[in-house]
């Protein structure tokens, strides 16, 4: 299940932030109502830029790790980018990165060998959009898809670094994961926010979730939703409801 605005709790292996040292990373998607509908439409992938944010000792601190984690973690597709260091925070500074990657569409009723090098290829991270029908319903899926492996193959390779040795990275790091729905179309736009592809009946319509037009809401993974992604390395975020 995925909770809605301020629950912003638990671990999560949320796209590179599994690499990047601090006692707090946090990461922002906006994903609007049209690039769901018009990926998978169309299946001409979509741009998305994950805004990720982290807690480091000082900002010249922020500075040399966050170079360190750009070169490790970037893909020639899916790019990270440290954006600025500047004081604050808890532990002292704190580092806003961006990490560009897109919405594409693939299909559902896939292993899930098969359906991340579906979607991944040689890349950290990417959004996918399928469609499925649920006991009479038309929906579009959303899910997030990470490389857990390689995420995990860069956070040992960052910590056996001179620079993280000495600004204290343990390894030991919280996150959250939030998505921005941004709402631009003409018509009210419902989700399920439970994965309509787990089992038992659909959720009732008190469940779901109405964004208004040029409205926006933000949901995030709940704890639960969290461990499956890394474990398996995919999630179903959400579901858009046609009909």
Known sequence: MITRRTFLAGLTLGVAAIALTGCQIDT????????????????????????I??????????????????????????PLQLQACAPGGSTGAIGTFQMATNLIKTD????DAA??????????????????????RDLLSVGLFLNVPQLQAN?????????????????????????????????????????VDAGGDLPSDEAILTIPPAGMDTVTLDAQTQANLGTRGWVNFMSLILK
């Open 28 to 51: 922002r998607t906006p994903i609007k109502v049209s690039q769901i509908l018009e990926v998978a439409r169309s299946g001409v992938p979509s741009p998305v830029a994950a805004a």
């Open 53 to 78: 944010t982290g807690q480091f000792i000082t900002p010249a601190w922020c500075k040399d790790e966050g170079v360190m984690a750009v070169e490790t973690i970037s893909t020639p597709d899916v």
């Open 108 to 111: 559902g009723g896939q292993t």
């Open 115 to 136: 359906i991340l090098a579906n979607v991944l290829g040689g890349d950290n991270a990417r959004f996918a959009v399928f469609k499925h029908d649920k006991h009479g």
């Open 155 to 195: 956070q040992q390779k960052l910590m056996a670094m001179p620079v993280y040795k000495r600004g204290g990275y343990d390894g030991n790091v919280t996150f959250t994961f939030t998505l921005d729905i941004i709402n631009d179309t003409d018509k009210p736009a419902n989700f399920f926010l439970t994965d």
